[in-house]
């Protein structure tokens, strides 16, 4: 009879051991007791910012912001043939942006899985009629506080590397428009520090 329980004691030991490897496997080794770690804070754009082909965005961007809201109205689906489209977005902020100055000023790139593949200035071949560079227009302009400024950018027609136009049109599901901002400052004051601000679209605003 002792020889019996002690083998049950011995098999149940053996299961509960079995049960607790388990349900730390799958909770990743977390007690109850344990806190999640906190998400990380927001990175600061102190200065200027440089945007590289072939990179990641220099600092990690954030979708909302205090006092400034940036959003893309709409993305030009069919464009003339041999040119990029343009995207439409607003800047709204507390002082007013075409006035106020940014570190980094609204502008649009686009991104392939998070990398830059058009929006920096690349030369254009000299036999090509398209434009190398973005192109910007206003409207209507305003110096109230907190009212939109409406922006259409004309994207490059040039982009980075072997990304074409043609190629995006083909298969545009991995590409994304993305448009960037910082905080906008009072004017004849310093571009106040902030983190960088940012709304994405597909093609045609997919």
């Given amino acids: 009879?002792?020889?019996?329980?002690?083998?049950?004691?011995?098999?149940?030991?053996?299961?509960?051991?079995?049960?607790?490897?388990t349900t730390v496997a799958v909770g990743g080794g977390t007690s109850g007791n344990e806190r999640p770690a906190a998400s990380a804070p927001p990175d600061i754009v102190r200065g200027p910012l440089n945007f590289e082909c072939g990179k990641p965005l220099p600092v990690r961007p954030v979708s909302a912001l205090p006092g400034t809201s940036l959003r893309i109205?709409?993305?030009?689906?069919?464009?003339?043939?041999?040119?990029?489209?343009?995207?439409?977005?607003?800047?709204?902020?507390?002082?007013?942006?075409?006035?106020?100055?940014?570190?980094?000023?609204?502008?649009?790139?686009?991104?392939?899985?998070?990398?830059?593949?058009?929006?920096?200035?690349?030369?254009?071949?000299?036999?090509?009629?398209?434009?190398?560079?973005?192109?910007?227009?206003?409207?209507?302009?305003?110096?109230?506080?907190?009212?939109?400024?409406?922006i259409t950018e004309g994207l490059p027609a040039t982009l980075c590397g072997t990304t074409t136009w043609s190629a995006i049109r083909a298969d545009p599901a991995p590409y994304r428009i993305a448009v960037v901002s910082t905080a906008y400052g009072e004017p004849g004051q310093p571009a106040p520090d902030s983190p960088l601000l940012i709304a994405e679209t597909g093609l045609g605003g997919r």
């Fill in 1 to 21: 009879m002792r020889r019996r329980r002690a083998a049950i004691t011995t098999a149940a030991t053996l299961t509960v051991c079995a049960v607790v490897g």
């Fill in 73 to 150: 109205v709409s993305v030009e689906e069919n464009p003339p043939q041999r040119t990029a489209p343009q995207v439409a977005y607003e800047i709204r902020s507390a002082s007013p942006p075409n006035l106020g100055p940014a570190h980094v000023d609204g502008r649009a790139l686009i991104l392939r899985d998070g990398i830059i593949v058009g929006g920096p200035f690349v030369p254009s071949p000299p036999e090509s009629p398209m434009r190398a560079f973005s192109t910007k227009s206003f409207g209507p302009i305003t110096n109230m506080p907190g009212r939109a400024l409406q």
